[in-house]
């Protein structure tokens, strides 16, 4: 099993603390718990300028300095389809990441919380057996499906959804779509295809651009989120596979360079394992406090 990112981080102070070979040394430790080169090189710096201004030298100060560093970094947001509106959500990642399967649990959540009308839109119509995949979430969970034929139209798909929740007057359409990163230019002009339908069908304010993605995939991670920005713009992250111990430092990366909150955070492979994500708990998790 490999080291968690805290047993690494205790095992460097019982070596050498607040000299050059310590920072150095704690750089290379935070790029292995992915968190990305360059967002490592500048925690490190601002940690080691706060020290030494200060004159910290103590392991636990240290440590509460980078807890400090990492918090402002991550950024969380909770999700909530507001009442009496319209709320579509466009889920997003590449294949692979989970993201049906997360489009369900994040589905039976709400629905466990309180949100009657939901729809959720089979909008990835070109993966062959992600419509039959999602219909089976829809008849386990007891969520209402719109899907058209395989190869069809996704945002005529999303369109017919949202008429679904709009003929009650309000709800929450949840749109599964396609991840194809292989195929980018296409991939871009469906979800801007998408998006312009979402838009023009959620209530004001009500529209949200989610993207899921593997936390153990780390700069990968960072990566696919930077490619769906630059598409249509991301409101929120779901990780899938997610055990800040030992990876799952990506969530540092992804608030610091991008600006993109986690919303959810995903555990197994039950339709229960998904929770809010709260950023306090993942840093201590990641600190091994």
Known sequence: MKQSFGAKLKSLFS????????YEELTDILVEGDIGAKTAFQLV???????????????NEIINELKKLLLESVKQVELKPEEGKVNVWMVLGVNGVGKTTSVA??????????????VLASADTFRAAAIEQLAMHGEKTGVRVVSHQHGSDPSAVVFDAADAVISKGEG???????????NKENLVRELQKIDRTCTLKASEGCYKKIIVIDATTGQNALRQAEVFNEAVGVDAVIMTKYDSTAKG?????????????IAFVCTGEKYADIKPFDAETYINDFLGL
């Open 15 to 22: 070596k050498n603390k607040g000299n050059d070979d310590f």
């Open 105 to 118: 649990k994040m589905a039976l959540w709400f629905k466990n919380h309180g949100t009657e009308n939901l």
């Open 172 to 182: 929450l359409v949840i749109a599964d779509t396609a991840g194809r990163l292989h």
């Open 45 to 59: 710096d601002e940690l080691e300028s706060i020290c030494k201004k200060n004159k910290i030298t103590e392991e």
């Open 249 to 261: 430092g990506c969530a540092v990366s992804i608030g610091r360079e991008l600006n993109i909150p």
